[in-house]
């Protein structure tokens, strides 16, 4: 059958369909029309309106998978960050700390006696152990209460500035007079055992912790002193050591003799005391001796420079970690500035002594006597955190008046003078001899 016949059969069918419809009247064919009309208009209104809805609905949806509204919270264990510092931008998803965690509460054989405080302590020292930076460190609330004592200048132990050197724990410097000092530890000393246990593996915390204790009991340390071929072991007696932090004595030839042990939050106060002793004496000279200061507060130090240094000038440069420089100067005060001056320092001279020393050989051009200074060129802050514990975070590191970085090499003495154990033993020291000869060359 062809198209057209097809048409032409199909359109008298349709004929014949219309002559079958029922006959109406004009009134009912009227109403007829307009219930269609409002039919249809009804049937466009509504599927407009689940159009509109769908396409909501969905975009919603959609957004809402791709994008988090900013007050929603993530738990942790399903936080998912970039890891910036890495060349290929890897994730770290921190599900697997709380598999970690999840398996050792389960696991463990001890799991009944794990301390979930202590464990969380012990994952904010593993990840700061991970900066290799041996001076960013977390305290404990027990840990910070010792902490702020020694800077208070009272604690209980033996008396000893320690540090990390070459990944060893080592004397920076055993405070004067303390058990350490008389028992015989010295600057540079290595220790490798606290009584009998090996400390390689341990954290400066943990270490720090076992040499700690109350006064009247005992600690061995196991030590290794350059020069040596063997180690040694040295008993040491704790005791409650009270810190003065700024020594003064008299000289012959109008010679004054000041010593500054460590930086803690009295030092300017004892130091503006000193200064005035110094004064009503009429010294011709002073000389300050910074061996074996560990450091401390720099602040303390700063306002020590003050008085040291005329107004004006740099006594140390910061440099943070995007590189910016901020120099903090002196503000006056500088009542023994025009003064003549030598500075003592060694290897146990640390931080804010060799902050304060290389201020007064750069700004100053003063002699410096004895040995190379430790080395620490970087500035810790001091956070206090919740339930008690802090943190202290290295933020800059420094330097001096002239831009010399010092971290690990530590500042050269303009004379070099050895002290060894032989001048230690026999109450000898050459170090201080020749800086009192140098000073008494000035002043005449």
């Excluded at 002699?367 to 970087?378: A, D, I, N, R, Y």
Aim: one cysteine or more; glycine letters at 8%; aromatic letters at 6%.
């Amino acid at each position: 059958m062809t198209e057209e016949n097809f048409s032409n059969n199909q359109e008298e069918k349709n004929k014949e369909t219309e002559n079958r419809k029922p006959d109406l009247s004009d009134i009912e064919q009227e109403n007829l029309e307009k219930n269609r009309k409002l039919f249809k208009k009804y049937v466009i209104f509504f599927a407009v309106i689940i159009l509109v809805v769908s396409s909501f609905y969905f975009g919603y949806n959609r957004g809402r998978g791709s994008v988090t509204p900013p007050s929603s919270n993530i738990p942790l264990d399903q936080s998912v960050l970039t890891n910036k510092n890495s060349p290929t931008n890897d994730q770290v998803d921190f599900s697997l700390f709380w598999k970690v965690w999840d398996l050792l509460k389960e696991k463990h054989v001890d799991k009944d006696k794990l301390n979930a405080q202590q464990l969380v302590y012990g994952a904010i020292n593993g990840m700061l152990a991970a900066t290799n930076d041996p001076y960013t460190e977390f305290f404990d609330p027990e840990q910070n209460k010792e902490f702020s004592q020694d800077i208070g200048g009272s604690f209980e132990g033996i008396g000893a500035e320690l540090g990390v050197k070459d990944k060893i724990l080592t004397v920076i410097a055993p405070l004067d007079g303390s058990p350490a000092q008389k028992a015989g530890l010295r600057s540079g000393d290595k220790i490798l055992k606290v009584n009998g246990q090996s400390i390689s593996n341990m954290s400066i915390d943990q270490a720090v912790n076992l040499i700690r204790g109350p006064k009247g009991s005992k600690v061995t340390l196991t030590i290794f002193r350059e020069g040596d071929q063997n180690t040694q072991d040295i008993a040491i007696t704790r005791d409650t050591i009270e810190v003065k932090s700024v020594n003064l004595s008299f000289k012959d030839n109008g010679i004054a003799y000041l010593q500054i042990t460590q930086f803690s939050s009295n030092t300017s106060q004892e130091f503006d005391d000193a200064m005035n002793q110094i004064i009503a004496h009429q010294s011709k000279g002073i000389i300050l001796d910074l061996r074996d200061d560990p450091g401390g507060l720099l602040d303390q130090a700063v306002d020590v420079a003050d008085r040291l240094i005329s107004k004006g000038q740099i006594v140390v440069t910061e440099k943070d970690s995007a590189g910016k420089e901020d120099s903090t100067y002196t503000t006056g005060g500088d009542k023994l500035s025009s003064l003549p001056l030598v500075v003592l320092i060694n290897q146990g001279s640390a931080s804010a002594s060799e902050i304060l020393s290389g201020a007064l050989k750069d700004d100053r051009n003063i002699t410096l006597v004895g040995q190379t200074s430790f080395g620490k060129g970087c500035v810790q802050e001091f956070l206090d955190l919740p339930g008690g514990s802090s943190v202290k975070i290295t933020v800059a590191n420094w330097l001096t008046p002239h831009g010399d970085y010092i971290m690990n090499k530590g500042i050269t003495p303009t004379i070099k003078v050895d002290m060894t154990a032989d001048d230690t033993k026999n109450n000898k020291d050459p170090q201080l001899d020749k800086a009192m000869q140098v000073l008494e060359s000035q002043i005449k």
